[in-house]
């Protein structure tokens, strides 16, 4: 059940980019992958299904992303209820991911944050991430074709959903997650 609505999600989100949407192929410039796992069936409190993918990239792309490459990060909600939430990141491009919650301050806006020389923003005070394939929690990065989750438990507040990969904040893998 989970994995028909995550391909829903997905297929919802990703038809707003523009042309009709698949899972693999391609779709108005993004080449997808093909999902290799799954998050489990039976998750804690709600859940945010996040797609995360890089425009105009193949597999032959490797290495640091260069500043001006596009890619996307979309969550299929932009409002959650306070309390537990699972946040389930999948990862239909062909650069590895990840998400990471950083908080967001009353007039801070969404994107505002300063890269530094390593193309990475500040993660003080992050919450969590979703960064390992075909698991929960931190690691190494999501994969091509693969699904990441984090479980947390979240105050009332204003949060942001990043990839923090080196320039992939700043090429647009940002997105705000209200939680009242």
């Known amino acids: 059940m989970k994995t028909v609505a995550l391909a829903a999600v997905a297929g919802l989100v990703l038809a707003g980019c523009g042309g009709g949407s698949t899972m693999m192929g391609t779709t108005s410039g993004y080449h997808y992958s093909t999902q290799t796992c799954t998050a489990p069936a039976s998750l804690p409190g709600r ?77 003080a005070g992050s919450l969590g991430e979703a960064s390992t394939s075909c698991r929960s929690g931190a690691g190494d990065g ?23 990969l080196p320039n992939h904040y700043a090429d647009g893998m940002r997105a705000e997650l209200l939680v009242s």
């Open 47 to 123: 859940t945010v299904s996040v797609v995360l993918a890089d425009m105009g990239m193949s597999r032959m792309m490797g290495g640091t992303a260069p500043l001006g490459s596009r890619m996307l990060l979309r969550a299929s909600t932009a409002r959650v209820a306070a309390g537990p939430v699972t946040i389930v990141a999948t990862n239909l491009g062909w650069r590895t991911h990840e998400l990471v919650v950083l908080p967001l301050g009353a007039g801070d806006p969404v994107g505002a944050r300063q890269p530094a020389a390593s193309g990475k923003v500040d993660e």
């Open 142 to 164: 999501i994969a091509a074709g693969s699904v990441g989750w984090t479980t947390l438990t979240l105050a009332p507040g204003r949060y942001e959903l990043v990839c923090n």
